[in-house]
């Protein structure tokens, strides 16, 4: 009898809770919203005495996982640092046979320049430039630089990057000049084959690799020939590097510059002396006064 009696009671104990639980739940939200109105401090503590108890479970159980993560990414790493040891030992190994060739070149080239008597080239003036504006559309493939007349910049004069050709001036300003990229529709760059000594001209078309056009002869130009500049015309000193032979494909020769105009900040306006195609006008010497005339 008694447990009859106390079945009972739990059952309907159990039946009121069922009962009124969704009412305690909205009894209780609607305590809690206006707790929060009424008293925005005492939420926000105990938010953060909430989280501050959090914390440490949260870090805790955070921690393994960031572990395993780090140790996965340093057996990532010591992999790749071994496969590039392995590759910079080939190349250094590499580095030292031409290190070695370039040395006795060199000083073969010394003894040679010696007995032939041979005059060196002057070192050329340049200014370095910075470049100010993009001008490159579907039209035309040209960058505005920091530098006119008044830093000794002249129409024609060579544009590299390091000792990379990039282009050459197209006009001149008293703060400012223009220079014409060597992918330019307009551009004409004469150069030659550095292997086979074929010379062409570097024809742009508005494309990030130029033609080569009016290659002289029937030469094999295959992919990865460098290319220099050459001194036809008179328009750039020999030598100058411009890119490599990137596709040959039905007679269409295509070159790859070496330096590719959205990574240009800073080029060096150089003066070799040349005017060729583009004759740049040199300042007109100081005129001297005469003895007898002096005021």
Known sequence: MKQSG???????????VQRFAFLSLMVGAGALMILGKADIVLIEQTRALVADAVAPVLDAMGRPAATVAQVTDNFHELANLRTENARLKEENTKLMHWQIVARRLES???????QLNVIPDPDPAFVTARVIGDMGSAFGHSMLLGSGSKDGVRKGQAVLAGEVLVGHIAEVGVRSARMLLITDINARTPVVVESSRTRAILTGDNSSRPRLNY??????????????????????????PVGVVS??????????????????????VVDFGLGGILPFERPPPPERRRRGKEE
């Open 6 to 16: 106390a079945t009972g009671r739990l059952a309907t104990l159990r039946l009121l």
């Open 108 to 114: 073969e080239n010394v003894v040679l320049h010696e």
């Open 215 to 240: 290659v002289s002869g029937s030469p094999s130009i295959s992919v990865g020939d460098r290319i220099v500049t050459a001194a036809s015309g008179g328009a750039f000193p020999p030598g100058i």
């Open 247 to 268: 596709s040959v494909q039905d007679g269409i020769i295509r070159v790859e510059p070496f330096i590719q105009r959205h990574s240009l900040e800073f080029v060096s």
